[in-house]
């Protein structure tokens, strides 16, 4: 099950992601998009109806949604991640 990531290495929520990923050992591909056209990224944004990134996409490219929602599935699929601590 692999992932897509829409982001800029700028963005401190995107590089969040991949290294949630990465923890998690799910396999992803980043697509930088600070060479974007306006109207590129405008695209982007009404395909996805996102206004923010990280755009993040499972494995069939259906919308996960940001970094947040992102977090939220793993914690569905994965069985968690972490330490093992609660809070």
Sequence with gaps: MGYKIYGRTDCGYCEASKVLLDKV??????IDISDY???????????????????????????????SELQIELQD???GFGDGRLG
């Design 25 to 30: 050992n799910r396999p992803y591909e980043y």
């Design 37 to 67: 056209s306006k109207d590129k990224k405008e695209e982007l944004k009404n395909k996805y109806n996102m206004n923010t990134i990280p755009i993040v996409l499972n494995w069939n490219g259906s919308l996960i949604g940001g970094y």
């Design 77 to 79: 699929t994965s069985g």
